[in-house]
């Protein structure tokens, strides 16, 4: 991909360092924005696992802890 680097009313393309350099934070973003969702799918399975076991509703559970 090509990217364009803007430094005050110049741009330019980007040099080959600098597109690695944002292809690898664009991967470290996606990489982390895709765990939280996985963290985020985890938690809620558990806690759906959890209400199951006790047979609670997601409201009765919220009344017990306030």
């Known amino acids: 991909m090509t ?27 996606e990489a982390k924005a895709n765990a939280d969702a996985d963290a985020q799918t985890a938690k809620d399975a558990a806690r759906q696992s959890v209400l199951d076991k006790l047979n609670l509703t997601q409201d009765e559970a919220q009344a017990l802890l306030g």
């Open 3 to 29: 990217y364009k680097i803007q430094i005050d009313d110049l741009v330019r393309d980007a040099t080959a360092d600098e597109t690695a350099a944002l292809d690898a934070q664009k991967a470290e973003a």
